[in-house]
């Protein structure tokens, strides 16, 4: 059974930047694709990004404006993050999904959840 782990949260200052990191275990990921999502407190889950199961094709919420870039390393069960120019509105917990196929779509489901990692953005 797979069981995703997130790590890299932190906090930061406004403009900074983090990686964010999603490993699996147990099972191999590189059938699928991954997405990150996030949490802030009171607030429902929001899509973030999406990476296809082979890297081919990313996608991102529209608050990103290519300040996120999402990667994956299959050899290595991975997904990566890289957060820049984060601002305070950024502040939540990140979490990141298995895709229920290979190619994102607005009808894809995740799940096997990760616990989160938790991002702090000060102004």
């Known amino acids: 059974q797979l069981h995703l782990v997130e790590s890299g949260g932190g906090q930061v200052q406004l403009g900074g930047s983090l990686r964010l990191s999603c490993a699996g275990y147990?099972?191999?990921?590189?059938?699928?694709?991954m997405g990150w999502f996030r949490q802030a407190p009171e607030k429902d889950r929001e899509f973030v990004a999406d990476i296809d199961w082979d890297g081919s094709r990313t996608y991102y919420g529209d608050f990103v404006k290519g300040r996120f870039t999402i990667s994956r390393d299959n050899a290595k069960n991975t997904v990566t993050l890289l957060m820049n120019s984060l601002k305070p509105e950024d502040t939540a917990d990140y979490y990141c999904?298995?895709?229920?196929?290979?190619?994102?779509?607005?009808?894809?489901?995740?799940?096997?959840w990760g616990q989160g990692t938790p991002v702090t953005v000060s102004s």
């Open positions: 147990g099972d191999i990921i590189s059938n699928n694709a």
């Open positions: 999904g298995l895709g229920s196929g290979r190619h994102y779509s607005d009808s894809l489901d995740f799940g096997s």
